[in-house]
Structure formats: structure tokens, C-alpha cells
């Protein structure tokens, strides 16, 4: 992630950013987040589907895209624009408490569920803390 | 688009969609224009890289990400759930109006963002249909 | 799908595309078939999850992203590069073909997986009709 | 990370998979490989665009989508198959080989192309070592 991270502070230091003035370590347990809780659902869904957890794998798909395509967002920086970003995470936020709930009512049968809802969780507060620190910044 | 439409018919017809009223045309309405709006904005974000439009390449690779995301949620009808489809929607409709915003500015000189902008329209009118439908359903 | 073509026949027009002399119809079949393709697969996916065909959905969720990114390599008609496409070309029906032969095991109980089988032939087909095109061209 | 490695180990006990004596690190090593080079491509893609340059912005977009869907081949572990795998694996390398040499050439002005290339060479080593302990198993 150390690579990811040189390049996003190269990124974010060009003058003219909406976002710039964000924190790179907030953006670094966001951008972490996000590909946890992808990789995690795409292997809650993976397995889900050999159990017959129809609705578990399709919240797990979803929320694997989700993510994937919030955190594609988060990493172009000249695509940033406050009220996109801010109705792309709230979207996001929606997704992955409802794929924790979802697993959630899972977890103490199957480890993956429980797990996928942990990184569901930390999605959810990395993107929180994110949309606080952008509550301060005027719409671009 | 036929083929997908059979299958939509037949996963829709099961008794426990939370979005089993929706109406099939409207679906497959939605579902072409994400496909266009998704393959649109691939080409004009590939065409403005050239050309050195940066931040209308990175809104349309946004836009492109986002509406393949909602295209994916769409057809797995096991997931649906009405919170995170309005939420999503929303998402979707902020991002196309966005990119199509942008892409309006360059439409006189440039023939792929006046397509594109077509394109991004087209999504947002088809995501406004369906969510004025689905305000009249109960939240699953 | 004309809008798409129309913005694809503008890019390819261009006169350094190492691809330039592909048939824009052969494109077109091409980009429509992997287009069904991904989307059957998402909804057989989908379907199975909930039927316990773990191994059945696990094939259509690897073959929808992989036609997803197939075709997004045609749309960028700027990236072409003979050898990484034909390299992409192979693994795209390798991966078509595997994930036919899986719902072609469920076609007669299975209306999706009989459906799925039948959009993965026809990428199949598309792919090595332009892989066939390809052959006779130089390496870019 | 280490949550993915968890659920992954749990994933690759189960006794039917095809792939089931990969090494857990040599895969580990992989994911992240891949993680890491979707990451830096898109960040590459979206600075590129921004400076006139198209080509390299079309081939980090191509490499940042066959990483991602490599990445989530890889993840889905009951999916496995092990020609589709060998066949997707070489593409991921032709790309990342390409990619490389692409952003290679633009190395020394800029800083961005110079770490993406590093991205892009460390997946090619993580997928040829895979192969290579691919090399030693039974077609499934």
C-alpha cells in the first residue's frame, strides 16, 4: 500500500484538487478499507453460493462492486467532485451495513460471514470518517 | 438485450423479490442505458486522454465504473434490497448529471462528449423512471 | 448499441490504431456478444447461489469479469496492442468455453444455466471470428 | 490483508478445490501484487490523462481492469480451474509486460509511469512464480 500511497501524495499536492486538502492517512484507511471488504465479499459470496446462500452471496456481489468502484474513485483525484463523492459514499455506506446485517445473522455458523461483516464494518467507519472531514469543505 | 430480458423475466417471476412489481420494460430500459452509458463513457474517457481533458476523462471513467456497478446490482435480482437500490440510484443519477455536465462544456468541439453527454441523459432519465416507481413500494 | 458504434467508428478512424482495419461489424458483434455474455452470467450466477451450484456460479461471476474487461479493451481503442490483445482473446474464450461446458451440465433442469451456455457460444464465436481477422495483421 | 489470508485459508482447506497445494503465501503475494498494480494504474491512467498522454492512459486503464479481474479469479477459490487460470494468468502477465514497457518509457519525467512500471513488474513476478507452481499440477 506504501507505493499506492506515495503516488495519491503526488496526486493530491497538484494545486487546483476539490479534495486536497483531505488527510492522505485518512484516504490511505479508506482506500485499505475498501479492498479489504471487496476481497472479503467476493470470498463471503464465493463460498455463500456452494451453501445455498442465495441472498447472502448476491448482497456480498453487490457489495464487492460497490466498493471496487468507490475506491477506483477515491484513487482519481482529478475525477474528484464533492457532490459525487459525497452521494457515492453515502451509496456505499447504505451497501455494506446492509451486507453486515446480512452476514451478521450468519456469523457464529459460518467464519466467512463473520469476517466479511467485520470488513463490511470497517468500511463503513473508514467512509464515515471520511464524509465528517468533508462536511467542512464547500461543493466544488 | 433479448436474451437478458428472458432471464430477468424468469428470476423476476420468483415470489420473493422485494422488487417483483417493478415493470420488465422499465428494467430493460434501465439496464441498455447503464450498457450504453457504461461503453460511452469508456470511449470518450479513452478519446480525452489524448486530447489532454483530464478531468473529463477521469468523470467519465467515474461514470463508466458506477453505471456498470448499478447494471450488475440490477441483474442480480436475489439482491435486492430497496435501501441500498434508491441509494445506489441516486448515486448513479448525481454521477451521470455530473459527467454529463462535463461533458456538455466540450460537445461543440468534440463529437465523443456530445455523444457521451447523449448517453449520460439517457441513464439519468431511466434511473428517474424506476425510482419514481419504486417511492411507491414499502422499504424491504 | 448505435450510439456506441457511431463513437467507435469516430475512434477508429483515427490513423495510428494498430487495429484500424478490423470491420466495425465485426466489432460490433463482438462488443454486443460480450456485453450478453457478462450480463447472463450475472444472472446465472445469481440463480445458482441460491440453488447451492457453487461451482456453476463461481464460473459465471469469473466469465461476467472477464468479458467485462474484454470488452472494455475494445472500447479503448487508443490501448490497442496486438499482442495483449490476442493474449486477452484466449483467456476470454478459454474462460467462455469453460463456463459453457459448467451450465451446459444444468441445461435441461436449468432455464438460466441453458440461456448462459448459449450467450458464452456466441462469445465464442465473435471472439475467434475477430482472432481470425487478427491473424493475418502484424504484431504492433 | 491478514483478513483476506484468513478467509483464504479457510477457503483453500476445503478438499475438492483443483488448486488446493498452492502455497497460501505464494498467493498471498499475488493478491497483494495484484492489488497493488490495479491501484497504481489507476492512479497512472488518471495522471496521464491530464498530460496528452492516451496511449499510456489506455494501457494502465486495460492493466488496472485484467488485475482486478485476475485478483478476483483468484479469491474465488471454488471456481478454480486450472486452464482457465493458466490461460488468464498469461494474459495478466502480457499486459503488466506491456504496461511496463509503456510507462517505462515515460519513466524518467515522470514520477507517476516510473512507480506504476515497479507495479506492474512485481505482478509479473508474483503470476510467473504461481505458474510456475502451476506447471507441476494435473489439468482439472
Redesign the interface.
Known sequence: ?N??M???K??MSASDRPMKDVDLSMMQEA?EAL??CM??C??????????????C???C??C???C??M???M?????Y?V??MT??M??CV??CR?CSAECSQHAEMS??CR??A??CDQAVMAMEKMMGAMEEMPAS
Open positions: 500500500m507505493l499506492t506515495d503516488m495519491m503526488g496526486a482506500v479492498s479489504a476481497q472479503a467476493l470470498m463471503c459470496a464465493d463460498a455463500d453460493a456452494g451453501e445455498s446462500m442465495g441472498r452471496a448476491a448482497m456481489s453487490n464487492a462492486d460497490v471496487d468502484t475506491m477506483r474513485m484513487l482519481r483525484t482529478t475525477g467532485d457532490r459525487v452521494s457515492m453515502e451509496a447504505t451497501m446492509a467464519e466467512h469476517m466479511c467485520m470488513a
